[in-house]
Structure formats: C-alpha cells, structure tokens
C-alpha cells in the first residue's frame, strides 16, 4: 500500500510533467491562437486503455476528457490492425473528429512513452491550427453540410518516425492547407511539448520507481473518483430538468434543443439527453468527445478542487446522446461543436444544477465565442488577409455577487486581442468597443455585461462571416433571475441596417470600404428575484450609465 | 556630516532598517512594526530605535509598499480619465478574461470608475496618421467636468498614441493650463507599445497613485529633514534601482513591487561578493513566496508583469514571480482523502494555530512546529493547540502519527514550492539544477535544503540577515534607467542606422539622469538587450547584446543560438523579427562591506550547540541547535542541525553540510 505522502507527491509531479508541456507548446508556438490564448492542452494516458492520467492545469477546458477518447481510438485501432504499431520516436497526428475529436482544426499528437522495451503510458496533445483547408479560411463555415467542406481530415498516421518527421506526409498536409508555411514552427512546437514531458517523466519515473508511479495512478484515479462522489453527496437526490436552445444549425434557420434530466443516484449522476434534436444538416453538430468534455468542463466549474483524471469522470454517467445532435456521424459538419455546441451543454447542465446548488452554481454565462471572421484583399498592403474577433460576454450573478462582465467563453481560457493590434494588422477601424448597456440580467444578483463593439471596413473589398449563439434567446437567468440580452449583428451596408437571417450565424456577407458590422454580445443570466436586490446597487448602475433609467425601472420596480 | 548609509523597507507586517558604515562594515539595525495607513511614524521609529543621529547619515534609501497597498486595496485617488470616443470601457472590459481557469465567478474593480471615465472626440490610426482631429472645445468641457466631480489626479490616454503622441502631448498642454496641480498621466509617456488596455491600465494606476506617494515621501522627507536629515531621500524603484524621492512620484507607478526588488538586489551583491553569480532567489513570507532568477550576476527585468487578475502593469521591473504558498497556508484532506495544501491560506490574521492568534486550521508553521523545527518555547499554549488541530484535522483522517502528518504537510508544501521554482526557471529558459538558491524571508531558511534536494540544486545560501534582505537591498542597490523602444520590423529590413541611434540615445538618457543624481558611484555602465522573435509568433525572447552597435548577422545569430537552447528547435526557414531594443543605465555603487552584518564580536572559537531539540525527519532526530551568531567563520556543520538567529530558524537536513565565508554567509552544500 502506497503511503498517502508518496501519493500527494507524485500526483503533484505529475501535473507539474502536464503544465511544463503546456508551457512548453506555447512559448515555441506561432499561431497566436495557441500562443496568446493557450487553445491547446497537454496530457498523460493510460497504455491499456487511453483513460485520462494527469492533464495540465492551465490547458483550454473543451479539452478536458477530449484526448482521452482519441488516445482510446488510437489504442484500439493499433490493437486491431488499422494503424501501424508504435516505435520508439514515433508521434501520431490526427485531427479525424468522429475518432474522439472536436472539430478538424484541433489537431492531436500522441507519442508512446517507453520503458524498459514497453509503453508506459502516453503522452498527447491538442493545438488549434488556423487552418486545415476547407471551404473557408480558418475552418468555420456555418454553411457546410458535410465533413469534407471543412477541410483535411486525418486518420491517426505517424507524423514523426524514429525520431524524423516525415517530409511526405508533411507536405500532403501543407497542400491542403493555408498559410502553410508557418505550420512547421508549430508543429516543431507541439512535438517539442511531448518531448520535454518525456525528459520530465523520466526523471519522476526514475526517483520514484516505475512500480511505485503506477500504484499511485492507479490510486489517483480511485480517489479523484471518491472525491467527486463526496461532492455530488452535496446534491439532494432528485431529478433535475433543463434545456438550452442553439439558434439554429447555420443551414436551417430553426432552433436546435438540448433537453438534459440529471438524476443523482447513491453512487452516481446521471445527465440525459433523450429528447434533444436530432443531428442536423449544418455544422452545429457535436460529436461523443466532445459532449462528454462538456459535461465534465461543466461540472469542474462547479467543483474546480477535483483534479482532471478519468477516475473524477466515472461517477458521471451520460446517456441519451445516440440519434441526437450530440453524438453526430460521418459525414456530419462539425465546425460549431468545440466553440458553441459545447457552451450550450455546459448551459444546461447550470441550469440544472443551480436548482440544486443554489450556493455554487451561477446563472447562465454569456456562452458564445463571439467568432468575426473577415476576409478580404488590403489594397494599401497589396495583399490578402483573414481576420478573427473573439468576443467575450457577461457571466451569471450568482448567490454572492454580479456577474463578471466581458468574460470568456465558458469553454476557454483566452485573452481577445488588443484594438489596436487589430487595427495594425486589418484594413478595420474600430468605432467602438464598449460595455453592452443594459445587457446584464435583472435578479437580486445581476449578470455581468457583454461587449459592445463596432467595425469599419477601411478598405478593399471583404466578406463577413459569423459564427456565434444565443441571437434568439439570453442567457438563462437562475433563482428567479431574468435572462440576460440576446446577441445582436447588424450589418451595415451603404447605410442601410441588415440583420442576419440567423441571427448569429451567416457566411460571405459582401462589405464595401465605409460598411459597418456591430456587435453585441450577450449579458449574464441574473440570479434571484430582482425585487431582493438592493435599491442603492440599482441606483449605482444608473449612475455609472449601466443601464438607462427607464431600463431600470422596468427590469426593478420600484428600485429606481 | 557622517557617512552612513541606510535602507529602509516598509513590509505588510515590520517595518526593517540597516544602517552601514561604508568604511568599517559596522551595523545598526531595527525590526518595528509597519504604521498604517501612514508608513512614515514607522519609519521615524526604526530610526528612533537603532538610536540613530539622522545627522550621521550620508544616504537613506526607502523600499515603500505605499503603492502596491493603495493599489492591491484600490484605496486609490480620485483619478479622471479622458479617451479616444468609443473607448472608456476599456478600463473596465480588460482582455475577456476571468481570474481561475475554473469556475465562472469573479469580482472586478477598474482602476478609474465609469463616471469618471470620459469620451472626446479625436482619433489616430495604427500608422499615427491623424482620422479626427482632437476636440479642444470637448477637451476643455471634460477636464472642467472631471474637476467638478472632485477629480485630483488626470490621466489621458488615446487609442495609436504611441505611434503618433500629439493629441496626447496637446491635451496635457491645455489639461495643465486648467489643472490645479501637476498630477497628470499622459499614456504615451510610461510606456510607448501597442494594447491599450495594458498602457491605459499602467497610466491609469500611475495617476491614480501619484498623489499619495507624493504626500507620503515629501511628508517623510521633510519629518527626516526636520531631525537633521541633510540629504535627499531616494526611493527603491520595482526595477532595483532607485531614485530621489523628490521625482519619484512622476512615475509613480514603477514603485509598485519596489519590496520584492530589493530583495533580488540584496541577493545579487550578497551572490556576487560571496562568488555566487547564478541564484535562484526564495523569499518564502506568511501567505506568499516571492521567486526570482539572477543570471551571470544580473537580474531579469520584465515590461510584463500582472499584479493581480486583470492588473496589468507594463514598465520595466525586476522579474519576480509570486506563488500563493506561505507560512500561513493552510493544509486539509480532501473529500477523497487526498492530502492537499494551499492555496487557501490563514495570512497573518488569524494567521496559524501556533500563533495564538485564533487560528483553527492548519498550517505549514504549525506542521514545523510540531515537527520541532521551530522553537517550541516561543509558543507556549498555542503549540498544544497546534497538535491536538494536526491529530484531528490530518492525522485521524489519513491513519497517521501526528508527526508523520506533519512531515506529510511539509512534504507536499515542499513540492508545490520546487514545482513554483521549476516552473519560474524553465519560463525564464534556465535549468534549476544550475543555480544555486538563495533563502531568505522569515520562512525561506527553513525550507530552503529540502526543497534544493527536491530539485537537484547542489548548493544553498542562506545570507548573515534573511529576516531584512530588503531593507539591505535598498542599502545596496545601484541607480538604474531602464529604457524600451518598440521597433517591431523584421530583421532583414530594418534600419540598422536606426538600431544604433536608438540604442545610443537610450545610453544617452540614461547617463544624464544619472548625472543629474548627486550620489558617489564608482562607475556608469549601459547594457544593450533585444526582444525577438520568429515573424508570426507572439511571444519574445530576450536577447544580450555585446555593445550598442550590433551588426544585422550579430542579431540574427545570437537570437537563432537562443531559440534553439530554448526550445531545442532551428528555423531556418522564417524570418526573425526585431520586437524591442532595450537599455539599461547602472550608475553602480561603491561595494559595500557585509562582513559585519552579523557582529564578529559575538563569534566564539569552536562552534558549539546551545542545546538539543528532537527533529523530525523520517524519524526523531537528536538534533542540536546553533545561535549563529556565535558560530566561528571555520566552523564545519553537518546535518541535522538547527541554526537559529533573530530573525530566522534555518533547518539543515540529515547529510547536508554548512560552511561559513567570509561574510557569514552560511552555505549548504546539498548531496545529490
């Protein structure tokens, strides 16, 4: 028996071998995507199985339990025969969506890690690529009805053998893709990462012994379980209901609906999505991994003391997915799973939750990642360009406080870029970049606001797409709280105002210098019954111009 | 008039001086409490307590937390802020971030409120071409309104002005016509790059704090005047240098980690005179360590530094790098029966059990207390309470003895601290293993051979003070000017005529401002760096350079040697890209003597212990304990021992073995 010090000890080495490979992949990165907002993650699996061993702390969230099912698929498919067996120095690469993926952008490397003639466990991770071919620059196209349109797609094959990458398979890749001549300094980056994780395994391997290691993961993963087990405790047995909507599929211009039921049992939570709608023609299909991440990112918002490991997962348990959205088939489009399917997920299983923790649970955060993507010619550059704003939203109140304003998405970690790089680099002037007034939701505990951003097309022509949510309804609002605001485009073109058909969603609208798109991202869910909120924080917000006095008045009477 | 020199540093807690004869090595020090909010009635009570003549002082050099306070509490001065139309939510909006990976609450408060954040029209673009020009009508009506509302400090920050700074420059001509006072922040001024929430956040902060160091340094330096005080008072800068206190407020804002800086200087000349080149410093306090690298006897300076969530502060400071782990942190089995600590931590108030103080959780000062490594007399009752709070709260649940749940907590706080370490040096590019680790902090010495041991550094010092290594710092410390230039061009087409005339411009400056100081130096250097990177990648790697004439091949193949023992990768296929060009000017000081900084009077013949205590480690060891000032230069200690002082308990583990050098310096050699 392992003594419990040893335990702790090497548990910490572990995360410290994920977080150093994190660090690592985005510090050698180029793509700002990787390198400013940490859209990767790095981790440690299973040999038998794939199952999650250690994963950094500082990775994107949708990647929690997402490398677990590809390093399962990649195990599997060695074991029968589809892919050639691993040798020392070798790394796969696949970025396939339906082998335990997200979408074709986030590519994954895997390297076996040896000891002694035998694989230990794996080393793997995931970087979002700018781009991986497909019908338009960056990968999301919110008209594709087929897997093809959004580009390469790569079964797991051995990028690096015995330690060379091999120059044929990089150049069938770099064919099919864009700006492919920066792609070799990130994936020298991503390789780099599982290298600098084996040195740093090796040592703990080394000091602690590979018999004594083992043991220890094997107890890690029994004890994240019995501490996520003490936690779904706090949870009064019970069934909880929920739905989310996601504006539409980006084809059909009708909603998409995830009904969720929790049910905590003695042992176990169950989240079912029976009922949800079925796949759908556009690219807000999600697919296994990518819908089990969510509910675990969801439930590490609730409970972040529990570590990421596969024993924190068993005790949840997800059912009713098959024949629906979420679990989507080839040839299904897949673009809009890692960026918004997977937020509406984490949505409902908030709104859910917050039924049962009241204390811990906040209303529905904004959810959306706010994609802008232009794409055009910069006559004054001589040459073309493709440019993407990310956008945060607000967050929901929650029993203590207002929510955050301009957050993140609830499934990443990353930093929007500066107005002024965005200025440097686009043939764009910003008009404005504000607080969205009145966004937040009304309750006892507001939502924070969202973002209030206008664009001028300089010069050149270009072409707008969009790829958000929440256009058709606001974050949820909890305990009484009211939703928060909607998501509004509006296109503004030789002075006449266009709203999209799908609201959040469109591709290829035309811009001329002197057009305009405006922004405005959704505001937090509120949080309890707005006639409990205190009149002098209503007055506060009136003062500071949050919202306008008639606003107020109508959201709180009697407050203002 | 006399010639000694003191260093004073103002902490959360005590308040610390050192007073040196240059010419002897003679010593005077003070250990009081901090006065809040006004630091000086401390300050004049350390001098009071040292018994110094402040007529005997040639120098006083200040290391204040007067800024950092004011802004970690936002107990800030009512600041006005006047930007681009569009843009005065940029304060208050940040980068979309949120504080914790996980959970998707959070709190926070900007800077500079929204009804004093105000819009006028005018407008740049990125190249600095002017789209709308400034609106003095609008200009004149905003600075009328903001003085209305009570506003005493300004700040004015426009969208590209560091690409074009007119209409910033206009508007402060006009703002100090109609201003009562000199508190005006231009944003431009501290910091000329792109990302305008990081610059308007930076001069935001320094508007918004100028006002109070201002009050408190020309309050402190006229009470020190009125004692007999004849010289100027200098206050430590964040980047380790220091400046006179009469233009320290400008920019004010660099005082902010002006503590954590003196303590990397201390480090550095405590390194350099005892032969120590490459440190990794360990400040290890009641609820934080601080972690910084010195290199080839030079300190990192970093433009980036956050403070807190969303608190960007961007001008040049000493690189250091805070990890939530203290004396104070708090350790507990978890719902899965993992033992974890931190980084939940009891502070100061109420601070951990063994303090008496009415801590109930516990601690990683109540885990060394049990495990004898601190002196049990010094807490009485409360040390009781610390045992019976381990046997139910760790103990009973893991299945252990109270001091095998103690040396768990220890254990496991040891690893979360070499983690911090190892992480803080491989950012930084460097290898822990070729340092050696400088422990200082009322904590550091007591943790400082196990967590060396931990990540295989062969070597500790522990220095003759580690309780005041700030206030030494400021004793110690050069003056210094550090100047950025964002060029931001590729290698192969930028200007390299420029790149010299900016380099030699930046030396220019700095030399003058050195000059202009009226303090003894033995000598004024410049050092010559670039920022770099490949073109398409955001983040930079700092390269040396040899002189302020570097040729276009020099730059290429210095930053390609970098890349690769960096990242073990060569790119020979993408173009390099100069980002900034850096100088620092160091007017350095005369050497300062250490070797009295623990009396040599109270040194006896042979080294004898003062008594034996049981020590944990593994199991009981008889340990004996040191006084260390008794402890003769020749002495030869093995491990497990116990040397104490006033202001530290240093722990040396079994099979570790201390000398001393000549300064005192206590040196743990560490077996691997």
């Not at chain 1, 859209?39 to 999650?52: E, F, P, Q």
């Amino acid at each position: 028996m392992i003594d419990p010090v040893t335990l702790a000890v090497i548990q910490a080495g572990l995360q410290q071998v994920c977080d150093e490979m994190d660090l690592t992949f985005s510090r050698a990165a180029f793509s700002p995507v990787i390198a400013e907002a940490d859209d990767r993650s790095d981790g440690i699996y299973s040999a038998t199985d794939g199952s999650l061993i250690a994963q950094g702390s500082r990775g994107l969230p949708v990647f929690v339990g997402t490398m677990q099912f590809s390093t399962r698929h990649l195990v599997e498919r060695i074991a029968s025969g589809e892919t050639l067996p691993p040798e020392p120095g070798d790394i796969y690469i696949v970025n396939d969506p339906y082998l335990g993926g997200t979408h074709l952008m986030d590519v994954r490397f895997a390297m076996p890690f040896w000891r002694n003639g035998e694989i230990f466990c794996w080393l793997s991770n995931t970087g979002h690529w700018p781009d991986t071919g497909g019908a338009v620059p960056g990968g999301f196209s919110a008209s594709a009805i087929s897997a093809e349109q959004e580009g390469l797609r790569l079964p797991p094959v051995k990028l690096f053998k015995r330690g060379q990458m091999d120059a044929e398979i990089y150049q069938i890749i770099c064919s099919n893709i864009r700006v492919s001549e920066q792609r070799i300094g990130d994936v020298q980056a991503q390789a780099s990462a599982l290298l600098v994780g084996a040195d740093r395994l090796t040592q703990l391997l080394d000091r602690y012994g590979d018999a004594t290691v083992s043991e220890a993961i094997a107890h890690m993963r029994a004890l994240a379980a019995r501490q996520m087990r003490a936690n779904l405790a706090l949870i009064p047995e019970g069934r909880y209901h929920a739905t989310a909507t996601v504006d539409s599929d980006g084809v059909i211009n009708e909603p998409l609906t995830i009904a969720l039921s929790v049910t905590r049992a003695a042992e176990s939570l169950t989240f079912d999505f029976a009922g949800s709608s079925p796949p759908c023609m556009g690219p807000m299909n999600s697919v296994r991994a990518t819908t089990l991440s969510s509910v675990y990112l969801a439930m590490r918002h609730i409970f972040p003391d529990v570590p990421i490991s596969a024993g924190a997962f068993e005790p949840l348990v997800i059912t009713g997915i098959e024949g629906t959205f979420l679990d989507a088939h080839y040839p299904r489009p897949v673009s809009g799973c890692a960026a918004e399917v997977s937020q509406r997920i984490a949505e409902a299983v908030f709104a859910a939750l917050v039924q049962a923790l009241p204390d811990r649970v906040t209303a529905a955060p904004a959810g959306t990642s706010g994609n802008f993507g232009l794409g055009g010619h910069d006559p004054e550059k001589g040459r073309d360009y493709v440019m993407y704003q990310i956008s945060g939203g607000g967050y929901g109140g929650n029993l203590h406080h207002d929510g955050l304003s301009n957050g993140c998405s609830t499934i990443g970690i990353s930093k929007a870029p500066p107005v002024e790089i965005m200025e440097q680099s686009f043939p764009v002037l910003y008009r404005r970049y504000a607080l969205h007034e009145g966004s937040g939701g009304a309750g006892q505990h507001r939502g924070g606001f969202g973002l209030d951003y206008e664009i001028e097309l300089l010069r050149g022509s270009a072409r707008a797409s969009f790829v958000m949510d929440h256009g058709r309804t606001g974050p949820q609002g909890a305990q009484g709280g009211q939703d928060g605001a909607v998501n509004r485009v509006e296109v503004i073109r030789n002075g006449e105002t266009l709203i999209p058909e799908h609201l959040s969603k469109a591709q290829d609208i035309p811009l001329s210098p002197g057009d305009r798109v405006r922004v405005r991202t959704p505001g937090g869910g509120g949080y309890g019954n707005p006639a409990d909120r205190d009149p002098a924080l209503v007055a506060e917000d009136i003062r500071l111009g949050r919202y306008d006095p008639a606003t107020a008045r109508r959201l709180w009477p009697g407050k203002a | 008039m006399g010639n000694l020199v003191a260093g004073v540093d103002v902490g959360g807690t005590f308040t610390d001086l050192v007073i040196l004869n240059p010419d002897t090595g003679a010593v005077r020090l003070a250990k009081v409490p901090t006065s809040l909010p006004n630091q000086a009635p401390g300050v004049l009570n350390a001098f009071d307590t040292a018994g110094a003549d402040l007529a005997d002082l040639a120098l006083i050099v200040h290391g204040t937390t007067t800024t950092t306070n004011a802004v970690l509490e936002r107990a800030l001065c009512k600041t006005g802020l006047i930007t681009t139309l569009g843009f005065r939510d940029v304060l208050e909006l940040g980068r979309r971030t949120r504080p914790h990976p996980y959970g998707m609450t959070g709190t926070f408060t900007p800077v500079i409120p929204r009804d004093l954040r105000l819009e006028i029209p005018e407008r740049m673009d990125a190249q600095g071409r002017v789209l709308t020009p400034l609106d003095e009508t609008a200009l004149r009506a905003a600075i009328a309104s903001l003085l209305d509302k009570g506003c005493e400090s300004l700040c004015i920050h426009f969208l590209h002005a560091y690409a074009n700074p007119a209409h910033e420059i206009r508007a402060a001509e006009i703002a100090r016509e109609l201003w009562p006072n000199p508190y005006i922040t231009c944003g431009h001024h501290l910091l000329s790059e792109s990302r305008e929430f990081e610059r308007g956040v930076t001069a935001a902060v320094n508007a918004a704090v100028q006002p109070l160091l201002e009050r408190y340094v020309s309050r402190l330096a006229g009470e020190l005047r009125r004692r007999g005080y004849p010289r100027d008072l200098l206050v430590m800068n964040g980047n380790g240098g220091m400046v006179e206190a009469s233009k320290v407020s400008r920019e004010a804002v660099k005082t902010v980690m002006s503590g954590p800086a003196s303590g990397v200087m201390a480090a550095l000349a405590t390194g350099r005179r005892a032969g120590f080149p490459n440190l990794l410093t360990y400040d290890m306090g009641g609820t934080s360590t601080d972690v910084a690298m010195i290199r080839n006897g030079r300190a990192p300076v970093s433009n980036e530094i956050e403070v807190e969530y969303a608190m960007p502060i961007h001008v040049p400071m000493v690189d250091v790098r805070t990890v939530g782990a203290g004396g104070g942190s708090i350790a507990r089995v978890d719902a899965g029966g993992m033992l974890r600590v931190g980084p939940e931590s009891a502070g100061s108030t109420p601070g951990p059990i063994c303090y008496g103080r009415g801590g109930t959780r516990v601690t990683i000062s109540d885990a060394n207390l049990i495990l004898g490594r601190l002196p049990p007399d010094r807490f009485g009752q409360a040390a009781e309470d610390a045992r019976r709070a381990l046997q139910d709260q760790i103990a009973a649940p893991l299945g252990l003895s109270v001091e095998a749940a103690a040396e768990a907590v220890i254990r496991i706080a040891n690893t979360h601290m070499a983690g911090a370490i190892r992480m803080v040096s491989i950012s930084l590019g460097a290898d822990p293993r070729d340092f050696a680790l400088f422990a200082f902090g009322g904590a550091g010495p007591l943790h400082a051979t196990a967590l060396a041991r931990e990540l295989a550094i062969p070597r500790v010092l522990i220095p003759a003070r580690p309780g005041i290594t700030n206030a030494l710092g400021c004793v110690v410390a050069d003056l210094r000017h550090d100047f950025v230039r964002t060029i931001n061009r590729p290698l192969d087409s930028a200007d390299m005529d420029a790149v010299h005339a900016i380099l030699a411009a930046q030396e220019q400056e700095g030399r003058r401002l050195i000059a202009a100081e009226r303090i003894a130096l033995t000598g004024v250097t410049a050092e010559f760096s670039a920022d770099m990177q490949f073109v398409g990648q955001t983040h930079l790697l700092r390269i040396p350079l040899p002189s302020a004439t570097p040729t276009r091949a020099e730059l290429q193949e210095r930053f390609e040697a970098a890349y690769h023992a960096r990242f073990r990768v060569s790119l020979p296929s993408i173009r390099a890209n100069l980002v900034n060009l850096n100088c620092s000017v160091i007017g350095h000081r005369p050497e300062t003597d250490l070797s009295r900084l623990i009396d040599p009077a109270h040194r006896r013949a042979i080294a004898e212990p003062t008594g034996h205590r049981t020590v944990w480690f593994g199991t009981p060891h008889e340990t004996p304990v040191y006084w260390r000032d008794h402890l003769p230069l020749s002495a030869t200690i093995h491990g497990p021992a116990i040397i104490e002082q006033m202001d530290t308990t240093t722990l040396i583990d079994p099979g570790c073995t201390v000398t001393l050098d000549a300064e005192a310096n206590l040196i743990v050699s560490v077996p691997q």
